[in-house]
């Protein structure tokens, strides 16, 4: 029965109430640990066709009479468009239509940032469309552009009123504590930079719009696109069936959408609307700079009594101002915590949500500076994180919770220690380091899947979700397979298109697996309910003593085993349907994954240089569906965590507010060089509150505690305390001058 | 327009391109082999990777009418064992970057059927995969004839 629940609801930390049918989940978890097919390694479903380059992306979108797009972008950091004349790029070769600001979604008068688009045109190639811009004649009005932060939140230049936490007396923990330990840390501008970049292709056919996406989220592109052109949303298909890579950065439509659904409009042709890579480095999104002043109060007795963080977000001109404070509220047992954070809205280009939003950002200062505190008490970092485990998230219970496991299995890699330290050399310092991680993952209701059996006793799986890389189509399949009997190749999953099957939640949030993964099993449960119905009225058995088991329809009594495609064949063209649906969250409990890092890295103490050589990620998810997708998902948050913390840094030039790395070799991402030895663990424990499943997300989890893992193995290898990322060279100069000063040795490097 | 001729995995083509048109641009928009990704389109990432007799070329910044050799694009190589050994290894997560990497990796293999460590990172240092696919990545080149 279908019931009506007022909920709230969780999406990259951001929560609200909302009211959600959900259907009765009846389907008990299944045993912990590996099955006939999910807990096993599987080959990705769709590997093969990426492989061999087959799969079509957007990219790879062709129609009939598709004409290109080029955007105009401001060049000026603040600045109002006072004069437009689009008449003079109508007239040239090859072009078909051009947009100004006001006449789409995305395109305003007020360009908030360098780069900030206002105007595009169509023409039968790129180059034309792109060659057509310089002829726009644009007056600018130039405005005062505030670029940093801290000016911003003193001018009251922000977003929004501060968010204030407090619990317990900070100032009362301050006063009782044998140690106080202060810093003050900052991140930078990192860039997603996915090989995709963001681009749709538009075609009006009739009065419905098709829209083919680089997206994480189809059905949050039709309803956006909906309301803003004011189409009913089912007038909106939206088509991406291959994607490539988002990170959070393609959850909305963007104004690339909107420019070619109204060029197309205008020009009665597809449009298609590409960023190039360079303007992918401008304005498609990044993860927003933080300021983080951060206090650590501690007995001697390694009792943390204090946590306080004054945040700054350096938004841009728009995006919305993730937790950067959770990791300080929710990773520890402490009485005293008071945060505040402020969200500046500067000149900059807006931010978008990258790989757990906020909580990268904050485990980064808050992991750093509960060393500082180990040190300070002279405690073993791993003793003083067991010493202040969480055991509830402020007073509501978790749902599960093994990173007390995850620390027990820590600690073989921990104990290298003496062996790494031995191998450092008179330039090379090598030490050890760890940082444990929280963020949500849970997922949640509304999702929706069918399944499909035919004839042939093959299944399929339909629903309109997308798969951005993440293995989502071989998870979904390995759910379907287990618990409708068959061997995994039988299973199809049909994915990527909003006519062709029900919602599906965003591949974003670590939602994709606990959010899909249960409907998915429901609706494989409701179709093979139906296929021992009809196979206990063909055999005149009891339906309670069938069941199908690799592919084969059994009765528990030995006497019926018929294979599934012999005994449907009889089906002719007829199809079981059946339908499952994401039942609710657990009430009243906080739904997290949690995990700790181990990373040994050496530091080049003459040059700076520090490489990172063996990580170890142990990570608690829940139940894990595809190890070797999990893994793969691990090493890659892993690998990106590492570029996030010693090589990229978008940089901007602080006079103009122009973005100065627009190419991948100004923008270092990590390459095959930059990798270490990855070890790979996980608890694999179901959660027992969460769903039929037990799994919670993992897309985001593995980027989150890298760099302060890397920092403390810094610390450990040299005494140095970075406070900044990326650890530049001269960030680390800088930190070794300090850590030796402190030792009251003559500052000389 | 001058006449442009390629030989494209063994096959051979006249086409009319204008002077300028990059290599890649050829495969994809007048020779249909999608297969070649353009990421960057600048020379930086590797995903429009090709090779000219065997010769891992970046046909983003490859002037088409400068081509003096045979062209093998990932359309060519989809029975080359490498496509297998990435597929077991899990070497893909979204797969734009993976066409230019398995035609890197060929041409490695080709000249070093064994290569070590050192050399695969050696060799694959230009394709850049924002995935991190990179441990499998080397793991599928150590074992591409297994």
């Known amino acids: 029965m279908a019931r009506l629940i007022r909920t709230e609801k969780e999406v990259e930390g951001n929560f609200e109430e909302v009211w959600l049918v959900v259907e009765e989940d009846p389907l008990q978890q299944w045993p912990a640990g590996p099955l006939d097919v999910v807990g096993r390694p599987a080959v990705r479903k769709d590997a093969r066709e990426r492989v061999r380059g087959e799969a079509r992306f957007t990219a790879d979108i062709r129609l009939p009479g598709m004409l290109h797009a080029a955007v105009l972008r401001s060049p000026y950091a603040h600045a109002r468009v006072k004069s437009i004349d689009l008449a003079p790029a109508l007239g040239l070769p090859g072009v078909h239509g051009a947009v100004g600001p006001g006449e789409a979604p995305g395109l305003e008068h007020e360009a908030g940032y360098s780069g900030a688009p206002v105007a595009a045109v169509a023409a039968e190639t790129f180059g034309q469309a792109r060659a057509a811009l310089d002829a726009i004649a644009i007056e600018w009005e130039l405005l005062e552009a505030v670029l940093d932060p801290e000016e911003a939140v003193e001018r009251g230049a922000v977003h929004g009123e501060a968010e204030r936490y407090e619990r317990g007396d900070f100032e009362r923990g301050v006063a009782e504590a044998d140690v106080v330990v202060e810093g003050t840390y900052r991140t930078q501008v990192v860039l997603h930079n996915s090989m995709e970049t963001h681009q749709s292709v538009c075609e009006w056919v009739g009065d419905r719009l098709d829209i083919y996406t680089s997206t994480q989220y189809v059905w949050g592109v039709r309803n956006e696109v909906a309301r803003e052109l004011g189409l009913a949303p089912d007038r909106v298909r939206v088509v991406c069936e291959y994607m490539g890579g988002g990170f959070g950065s393609k959850n909305s439509a963007g104004e690339y959408t909107f420019v070619a659904a109204e060029l197309a409009r205008r020009t009665g042709r597809p449009v298609r609307c590409a960023l190039t890579r360079r303007e992918e480095n401008v304005a498609a999104g990044n993860r927003n700079a933080t300021i983080q002043r951060l206090t650590a109060a501690a007995r001697s007795d390694g009792t943390i009594v204090a946590l306080g963080g004054d945040y700054v977000n350096a938004l841009g001109w728009g995006g919305w101002s993730a937790g950067t404070e959770g990791p300080m509220k929710m990773l520890y047992a402490c009485d005293n915590v008071r945060t505040v954070r402020h969200t500046a809205k500067i000149n900059t280009p807006p931010m978008k949500a990258f790989r757990a939003p906020g909580f990268v950002e904050g485990t980064f200062g808050l992991e750093c500076l509960i060393d500082q505190v180990a040190r300070a008490l002279d405690v073993d970092p791993l003793e003083l994180r067991r010493k202040n485990y969480a055991s509830s998230n402020d007073g509501t219970p978790f749902s599960s919770k093994n990173l007390r496991e995850c620390y027990e299995r820590a600690q073989k890699h921990w104990d290298r220690r003496d062996e790494v330290h031995a191998r450092s050399d008179a330039t090379w310092k090598r030490g050890v380091g760890m940082a444990s991680q929280i963020w949500y993952g849970g997922g949640g209701p509304p999702s929706y899947a069918w399944t499909r059996v035919g004839s042939d006793g093959s299944i399929a799986v339909v629903t309109a979700m997308q798969d951005i890389g993440t293995g989502t189509r071989t998870a979904m399949a390995q759910i379907a397979a287990e618990e409708f009997g068959v061997p995994l190749e039988r299973v199809e999953v049909m994915v990527g298109d909003t006519s062709r099957g029900p919602y599906a939640t965003l591949s974003a949030g670590s939602s994709t697996t606990p959010s899909m993964g249960p409907a998915v099993r429901a609706a494989a449960a409701d179709a093979k309910r139906q296929v021992l119905e009809i196979a206990a009225q063909r055999y005149d058995l009891e339906q309670r003593i069938l069941d199908i088991r690799d592919g084969r329809i059994v009765s528990a009594d030995g006497n019926l085993s018929v294979a599934l495609d012999e005994f449907l064949e009889m089906l002719g063209n007829a199809q079981i349907l059946g339908k499952g649906a994401r039942g609710p969250n657990p009430t009243g409990m906080s739904v997290l994954t949690f995990g700790v890092h181990v990373v040994e890295a050496a530091v080049d103490v003459e040059t700076g240089e520090v490489r990172v050589e063996r990580v170890a990620a142990i990570h608690d998810v829940g139940r894990i569906i595809n190890p070797l997708g999990a893994e793969s998902q691990v090493e890659g948050g892993v690998i990106q965590g590492i570029g996030h913390t010693l090589s990229e840094a978008r940089l901007m030039d602080q006079e103009t507010g122009r973005i100065l790395t627009t190419t991948l070799d100004a923008y270092r991402m990590p390459t095959i060089a930059d990798v270490p030895e990855i070890v790979c663990e996980f608890i694999d424990e179901p959660d027992e509150h969460l769903t039929n499943l037990g799994s919670k997300g993992l897309g985001e989890p593995p980027i989150v505690p890298i760099a302060a893992a890397i920092a403390n193995a810094i610390r450990d290898a040299t005494g140095a305390d970075v406070h900044e990322l990326p650890i530049s060279r001269e960030e680390l100069l800088r930190a070794l001058r300090e850590a030796k000063e402190r030792r009251g040795a003559p500052a000389a490097v | ?146």
């Open chain 2, 1 to 146: 327009m001058p006449e442009l001729r390629l030989t494209v995995n063994g096959d051979e083509h006249r086409l009319d391109a204008p002077i300028g048109t990059s290599l890649a641009h050829v495969l994809r928009e007048e020779l249909g082999l999608i297969g070649t990704k353009i990421a960057c389109n600048e020379g930086h990432c590797g995903a429009c990777t090709v090779q000219v007799d065997g010769v891992p070329v970046l046909s983003c910044i490859t002037l088409a009418h400068t081509v003096d050799g045979d062209v093998t694009t990932i359309e060519g190589l989809r029975d080359h064992p490498l496509v297998e050994a990435f597929v077991r290894a899990d070497a893909v997560q979204c797969g734009f970057c993976t066409p230019g990497q398995v035609v890197s990796a060929a041409a490695l293999v080709a000249a070093t059927p064994e290569p070590t460590t050192e050399e695969i990172r050696h060799a694959m240092a230009g394709n850049i995969c924002r995935c991190g696919t990179y441990p499998k990545i080397e793991e599928a080149i150590l074992h591409w004839r297994d």
